[in-house]
């Protein structure tokens, strides 16, 4: 399977609205969920797309950019790691292997882009002290460019010799190392679960959580993703209307009724 120039035109495209996404409003095309289920799509393979950047999103929970602080660029690994994936034909846990060490990789162009985008600021800086609005505006779009650039060049590259890059790389990298990177991108889900799980109040809600466990451990023939899904919703549901509307406790003693007769008692 060979790229069309279209198609990586169309992926580098998407890369720079990713880009866009993650320094400004963060909606979600900068998420390496929707870069890989993107590029599967382009590419004919949902599938594998929706796996690889299913897997590589629960990586990336809690990570960000916190005081300038620089982490691996998932959405690139994502594009490139999914495009290899479907090229190669070898499977989700070949494409999440690549990707992980491409985003880590491209971690030292993430920081060089910063670099370059700080002299524009500067200049920007000279611009307020003139009070010339129009050439801060100006910094801050022309400051956009080290950000894309850092990201689409190497998208580009990569996807456009991305056959011979492929053959490249597996025959460059020792099959121990390839079995490795398979190895660590079966785990990899499992980690992530075991982050998110973290965080969530396992200790309090143990119940519901064995419960969706159960149904899709042994029951897997009758329930599906969505179907235990929908009954964790529906257990939600009766938690909140229960809590919100409790039951009043009955007393044992001193109940008064409207319809009883009072009776008196002699001592």
Known sequence: MHLSLAIILVLCLYTVIGVLDQISIQIGPYTP???????????????????????????????ATYGGATVPDFLSGAIMGTAYAILSGKGVEYGIGIAVPIGLLLTQLDILGRMANTFVQHRADRFAEEGNYRGVDLCNVLGILPWTLSRVIPVFIGLYFGEQVVKVINEMIPAWIMTGLKASGAILPAMGIAILMRYLPIKKYWPYFLVGFVMLAFGAEFFSVLGVALVGLALAAMYVMNHNNPTPAATTTGAVYEDDEEIEIDD
Do not use: C, E, N, R
């Open 33 to 63: 969920l929707f870069a890989a289920v993107f590029t599967g799509m382009v590419m004919g393979d949902l599938k594998t797309g929706l796996m690889i950047g299913a897997t590589l999103q629960l990586m990336t929970l809690g990570v």
